[in-house]
């Protein structure tokens, strides 16, 4: 199995930025997948980014062009660079992985408030 440990959440003001940071231990050779998501009061969890095996990238409309997610070679860790930073980006994150085999591990949840 796969843990997850969050960090880099915090407040900050409309254009800002922050990065946050997620700390993967375990089985970590049978991760294929590596994301963020992140859940708004009052709305469903979605997907703001994920990076594959080979490194290929998607983002949500919303945040792209402003967002960056990396990981590290050894898949022991993935990143999300958040600059220009907007209210509506106000949310939970949330890292994901996911395994060769379809087994999903999330973490805590850090959280992000982005002030107006």
């Known amino acids: 199995q796969v843990q997850l440990v969050e960090s880099g959440g915090g407040l900050v003001q409309a254009g800002g930025s922050l990065r946050l940071s997620c700390a993967a231990s375990?089985?970590?050779?049978?991760?294929?997948?590596m994301g963020w998501y992140r859940q708004a009061p009052g709305k469903q969890r979605e997907l703001v980014a994920i990076?594959?095996?080979?490194?290929?990238?998607n983002y949500a409309d919303s945040v792209k062009g402003r967002f960056t997610i990396s990981r590290t070679s050894a898949k022991n860790a993935v990143y999300l660079q958040m600059n220009s930073l907007k209210p509506e980006d106000t949310a939970v994150y949330y890292c994901?992985?996911?395994?060769?085999?379809?087994?999903?591990?999330w973490g805590q949840g850090t959280l992000v408030t982005v002030s107006s």
């Open positions: 994901n992985t996911r395994t060769f085999s379809g087994r999903d591990a």
């Open positions: 990076i594959t095996n080979i490194r290929s990238t």
């Open positions: 375990g089985s970590i050779s049978s991760i294929n997948v």
